[in-house]
């Protein structure tokens, strides 16, 4: 029955007496990872979650590839230590710059988002924009991934460094956040695109606006709800899926718990409690070991 896994030869033997019952772990930098949380509510309604968003280091988008790797390193520690039994990376940086180095060094299960993301944009389209952070922009991760299950698909890609620091301080409406975007999808329109991903977690709590700019006809692509459906197929192929009653969705972030309920009310429709965690004292020295 596991044989048919992605996660062959890296099981996570889990040893509780109710493995169902526990949670998925799901991670951004801030509220970029709400868009993804959205899609586990809508399609795995019975699954528990943690969420944790890493906001004392937000952007991870202007992030050394080391420091990605480490922050995400810690962040799984301390999930594993909570229990999880799957980990959702909700946030592309840490998929695209990460996943393949921690996913070897975890037992518990990691889904990321470029390969489900890939997936389902050449599904949509064969002239493809991605918008993304930086990093991931740089590291040409969903490029490389939709070109190696379609090498006839055509993909352009754009760094856009102010859309998290403007979504992060709520500036959706402001007009100079239509300014930049228009900016950043200028050259995606000159080259005729019809579908553009969502390269970051964050960019879905923009689709108003970015729809507004694009017109009808382009295509939008969420790795965020492709990634939620590769977890509900590897959770069927684990026997992990919950089948009692879900409890509530527990937040945790590094920085100020107070500023995060207060951003992400407008996401969630209601102020939720949040934990302060101190990933600190993980630091180094356990990784160093690995
Ligand atoms: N949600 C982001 C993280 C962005 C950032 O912190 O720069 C992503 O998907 O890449």
């Known amino acids: ?37 959205r899609q586990v509510y809508e399609q795995l309604p019975n699954e528990s979650i943690i969420y944790f968003g890493d906001t004392a280091r937000l952007p991870y988008g202007i992030r050394s590839q080391e420091e990605i790797i480490q922050f995400t390193r810690e962040i799984i520690f301390w999930m ?32 990321g ?21 930086p990093a991931t922009a740089k590291s040409n991760a969903y490029k490389l991934a939709i070109q190696e ?9 754009v760094g ?38 969502y390269g970051c977690t964050h960019y879905p709590h923009l689709a108003t ?18 990634v939620v459906e590769a977890c509900n197929q590897e959770l069927e192929l684990l026997g992990l899926k919950n089948t009692f009653p879900p409890v509530p969705t527990r937040f945790a972030v590094s920085g100020s718990s107070q500023q995060f309920a207060q951003s992400s009310v407008q996401w969630l429709g209601c102020t939720p409690m949040v934990e302060s965690v101190n990933l600190e004292h993980l630091n180094s020295n356990h990784f160093r070991l690995c």
């Open 209 to 226: 606006l970015l729809r507004s700019l694009l017109g009808e006809s382009v295509k939008l692509v969420d790795p965020g709800k492709s």
């Open 113 to 133: 988002l470029i390969l489900p993301g890939a997936v389902s944009a050449v599904k949509a389209g064969k002239r493809i924009g991605v918008i993304a952070t």
């Open 1 to 37: 029955m596991f044989s048919s896994s992605i996660f062959e030869g890296n099981l996570y033997h889990l040893s509780e007496k109710e493995p169902q019952r526990a949670p998925i772990g799901v991670f951004d930098s801030g509220v970029g990872g709400l868009t993804v949380l």
């Open 80 to 111: 594993e230590s909570q229990g999880v039994k799957m980990v959702i990376m909700a946030c592309s940086t840490s998929s695209a710059l990460a996943l393949q180095t921690v996913r070897s060094e975890f037992k518990v299960p990691i889904l």
């Open 149 to 157: 299950i379609n090498s006839n698909a055509q993909v352009w890609q």
């Open 160 to 197: 856009c460094p102010e859309f998290v620091p403007l979504i992060e301080q709520n500036r959706i409406d402001d007009p100079y956040t239509k300014e930049v975007a228009l900016s950043y999808l200028e050259p995606l329109l000159e080259k005729d695109i019809d579908t553009l991903v």
